[in-house]
């Protein structure tokens, strides 16, 4: 698969050669005395130079080492752009991973495995998997829906998940006393359901967002009572994903077509708003919160080639919050895609840098931004071993491979073609 490698313009614009010619760190600069040393007050000419020879040239003491020259031209070279691994292990077999990171550094991940789901932790290295009760006879294919949410203490764990076509969502969740549940988060006598995403508060509190056609929110009580799920949108619509941000409030984004945005305190809700108003699709969204409260999005545009032939195109983005978003309407381009692909996911680290990664052919690729930034660079392939894309259909999210920042360090997980979770570690430098 062709790759798009920066022009040497765009190097120059990143990397500015007067940083190169800038004293660095361990440069010394030193006064000169305007009197050099010669008898008549004149600067002695020839003894500077005989000095500056012994010196190297710079008023250091000589360093004859090969060694040290290249120590010091390596920390003196700019970082290329690109990602750069730094860890690379196989977690154990399944598919279909969710990933999340708490404040401690610690991830969680969620798989399935066998028809049941499988929950794992790592904070240097990988705990045994932990079977969730009641998870037996989960189908295998994209009909589960299988979301994740850990609180930023990482002290609460809440999963949803279907059972197939129009059944109930179920949910369970994690504390310091292991798994509970399952319960019936959105009964289907209420509605049929497929799509579900959890969030949750601080106090406690726990959330469902379920749908398949209307969006429904369904709240269980720290005391374990669930209420009747409340209606916020009417419509066609799927694929919801939802976040809690760093101030309690919880962000959602779905697809009816275009993408579609809301947030609330868990008491009361936004009016839904439409982040993308052109006339393509807009399909499957990724959401993150970044400092400040920023809610950053990429999607799946398709594009309709004529007489219904529609195609996946591009990875495109956005950020902002309810009534302003980038990109005008269309989103900003990430790429285009040259292969079949399954939709981004996303992430933003402390800093604001943006990272997206998806599917194409048997290639995961990843492109980021900076903090503040429109312009993505890359894609960079991070391995060429991934499952291809499942079946090529608008809900085709399971295999995107999840992202997580633990500080610096980019971590993602994503199922090889041999049925296997691959974890890989790095940082990015956009």
Known sequence: MKRRTMPAALLAAWFPIAAACSPGDDDAVVDVPADRGGDDGTPDVEAGLEADADAGGDGTEPDDSEAGL??????????????????????????????????????????QDDGLLRYRTWNGSWSAPETLAGSEGVPGGKATRHRMWVSADGTRVYVSWGTGWDTDIRFAWRDGGGWHGPETACPRTVRPWEYAAPAGRSGGDAYVFCMVDDLWVAHRSPAGIWESPVHLWTGASKHVVAVTGADDRIHLAFRFARVYYANGDGTSWSPVREVTTHGDSAELPAIAVGPGGVVHLAWQRWLDHGGGAWAIDSVRYARGNDDTWSGGGPGVLVHEYEAPANPPELAVDDAGRVVTAWVEADEVLLAAAAAGGESFLGPWAVADDAAPPHDGALENDLATPPLAFVGPTLHLVYEDDAGRIVHVSGTVTP
């Not at 750069?84 to 610690?106: C, F, K």
């Open 70 to 111: 290249e120590a010091e031209a390596e920390a003196d070279a700019p970082v290329e752009p690109g990602f750069h691994e730094t860890g690379r292990e196989v977690v154990g077999d399944g598919w279909h991973p969710r990933l999340a990171a708490d404040r401690d550094g610690r991830l969680h991940l969620l798989v």
